[in-house]
């Protein structure tokens, strides 16, 4: 036993230091990609408060959540008389980790709107509520659970084209481990969040999972063999959807082309309503900001073309219009994205989209991207100053 027992040693030994050495370079090189959700029995899953790291799978930002596990600084529940506060609610858009804190289009926001003078005398507030993958269901369960607390004067709603109706939905999204709106068949809809319940979120809630989690905050060797994994079932994924973006869906750029579609549609709809209905039972002005899936936004024509055939459509507005006419039916205000900025983009060349590691006119918001958003939406309130 003893003839075998130093080889063992000195494998285990020479393992040991290889781990070392490839933590330290990990590290010397700024290479992090920490676990930034945990499992949530309301919300499906949250960003993980305190976490501080860089973001580099689309564009390089430094990424650090707060105290209450959002994408944004610590703001007081108080909110002092000479302050206007907005409230953001959305998915990755808001969230927002490819780009600097302070080149999101809700942090900007506040600049352009007391350029203005959108409210006279008063400081201009944006709260950041927007966690990556969230449907509009769960962003009515953020207002109510956590956003309304903080007294908004204005929820602002980011709607993404590309995937939140398909989100929407029960039967057509892919991630069942959150809270979902139901059609009535009275077409009212009802919260379900019976997923809290489930085994498998149960498990993703375990010890052992939150210990996994809690391990891989300090180590970069887990972090590295976990983002490897992850991208490796993304090629896959991205080679098995015939060229479409990974989680967006191009039908939604058409009129529905089945039943269970404008089901989505009808649950998205009476989601947005509830949402519009409860920030205004609660004094809040509501507004919703449609976010252009990537090609409706694209430079070349041919390329937005090209899809436009595939659908058997003349544009790629149907989201848009959708939204608009909703909006106008239940008098809130809608700032529809895509319409503006396709024009500008053809004329100027420019991509709203992507990075160029990842490919641009792809992917979500770059820096450009975010201001042009933060220009619409501050020139409409501003339109309707006080």
């Known amino acids: ?20 050495l490839a933590e330290m370079a990990l590290r010397v090189v700024g290479f992090s990609a920490p676990i930034w959700h945990q499992p949530d029995a309301e919300l499906g899953w949250k960003l993980r408060p305190g976490i501080a790291a860089w973001f580099t799978k689309e564009g390089r930002a430094f990424v650090r959540t707060n105290a209450q596990g959002a994408r944004d600084r610590d703001h007081a529940l108080h909110k002092p008389e000479d302050v206007y506060r907005i409230a953001v609610l959305g998915d990755s858009y808001s969230e927002a980790m490819q780009v600097e804190r302070d080149k999101a289009y809700w942090a900007l926001l506040p600049a352009r709107l007391e350029s203005c003078g959108f409210e006279p005398g008063k400081r201009i507030e944006v709260m950041n509520f927007g966690v990556s993958g969230y449907g509009t269901a769960q962003q009515y369960v953020m207002l109510v659970s956590s956003a309304i607390r903080y007294a908004p004067d204005l929820v602002l709603l980011q709607f993404t084209n590309g995937n939140d109706v398909k989100d929407n939905s029960f039967a057509l999204s892919d991630d069942k ?57 993304m090629r896959v994924a991205h080679a098995n959807r015939d060229g479409v973006e990974q ?58 073309q090209s899809l436009e055939t595939k659908l058997g459509v003349e544009d790629l507005f149907y989201p848009d219009r959708r939204i608009a006419g909703f909006a106008k039916r239940r008098n809130f205000e809608a700032v529809t994205v895509a319409p503006e900025l396709q024009p500008l983009a053809e004329r100027t060349g420019t991509y709203y989209h992507g990075f160029e590691q990842v490919g641009m006119g792809r992917g979500h918001w770059n820096a450009t991207g975010h201001a042009a958003a933060a220009d619409l939406v501050a020139r409409r309130l501003c339109a309707t100053k006080s």
């Open 247 to 304: 989680g967006l869906e191009p039908w939604v750029l058409a009129p529905p082309r089945d039943k269970l579609w404008e089901e989505a549609w009808q649950i998205t709809e009476g989601a947005i309503g509830r949402i519009h209905d409860y920030a205004t039972r609660n004094g809040a002005r509501f507004m919703v900001m449609t976010v252009p899936y990537a090609i409706q936004v694209h430079p070349d024509r041919k390329v937005r």
């Open 177 to 233: 481990a959150r809270p979902f709106f139901l059609l009535e068949a009275n077409g009212a809809v009802r919260l379900d969040d019976s997923f809290a319940a489930a085994a498998s979120f149960r498990r993703s809630a375990s010890l052992p999972v939150q210990v996994l989690r809690e391990l891989s905050d300090r180590s970069r060797v887990l972090q590295l063999l976990r983002s490897t994994r992850q991208m490796s079932f």
């Open 1 to 20: 036993m003893k003839r075998f027992a130093l080889p063992a040693v000195l494998v285990l030994a020479s393992a040991l230091f290889a781990l070392v």
